[in-house]
């Protein structure tokens, strides 16, 4: 089985400013998808980002941006100016993408970000 | 609108006494999931299905039943609920089709068990 790690239970990041936030993995898999989702007081699990494993570039969508290093299995997620409703939980997660069988979602333990006004 | 609905949202329930949560979804979704998430643990995978008629365990199965009969719906089951089975579960639907693309995740509202 696929394993998602994220060390950092809480953060806490001033409004405005950058934080960023890890995950590592360990797969033998050579074709995934790697994502991040947001789960705010709402409970609801919202897609932030998503990176395809055989692209080099790194993802980006308006304020939020992800590191991937492939080699060294690592993908952490950079939020600028952050925002109030930037509070939540993180979690990051990996999908297989094979030509057969599930392609089964994986997540890590979850970073519960604070912004602080 | 696409959307995956769970009912019910909260639910109190006693050991013992067997339940339902449904899942219904309306994007045409091959694959289906439920998770459970747990302070500390994160989202662990319990059952899901590739399609109809076609379940498989996750990495938490005890204690859990699921059914596929029809493409939209994919119901848990607790037989006989325990205490320890107390959390926040989800249930997902995706294209994640083997080889395919589109591989995003929709997921429920989330419902609320606790078991006492």
């Known amino acids: 089985a696929q394993t998602v790690t994220q060390s950092q239970p809480e953060m806490s990041v001033q409004e405005a400013e950058t934080v960023t936030l890890s995950c590592t993995y360990d797969t033998s898999e050579s074709n995934y998808y790697l994502f991040w989702y947001k789960q705010p007081p709402s409970r609801q699990m919202i897609l932030v980002i998503r990176q395809e494993a055989y692209k080099q570039q790194n993802a980006t969508e308006n304020r939020f941006s992800v590191n991937f290093q492939k080699a060294a299995k690592s993908f952490s997620l950079k939020i600028s100016d952050s925002q109030l409703g930037d509070t939540a939980m993180y979690f990051c997660a990996f999908m297989n993408h094979r030509m057969t069988g599930a392609n089964n979602l994986f997540f890590g333990t979850g970073t519960r970000l604070t912004v602080i006004p | ?116």
Request: proline letters at 6%; hydrophobic letters at 30%.
């Open chain 2, 1 to 116: 609108e696409a959307q995956v609905t769970q009912n019910p949202r909260y639910l109190i329930t006693v050991t013992g006494k067997k339940l339902t949560v449904t899942c219904s979804q309306n994007m045409n979704h091959e694959y289906m999931s439920w998770y459970r998430q747990d302070p500390g643990l994160g989202l662990r995978q319990i059952y899901y299905s590739m399609n109809v008629e076609v379940t498989d365990k996750g990495d938490v199965p005890e204690g859990y039943k699921v059914s596929r009969k029809e493409k939209r719906n994919f119901p848990l089951i607790l037989e006989s609920p325990s205490p320890n089975q107390t959390s926040l579960y989800f249930c997902a639907s995706s294209l994640s089709q083997p080889g395919g693309r589109n591989t995003e995740a929709f997921f429920g509202q989330g419902t609320r068990l606790t078991v006492v």
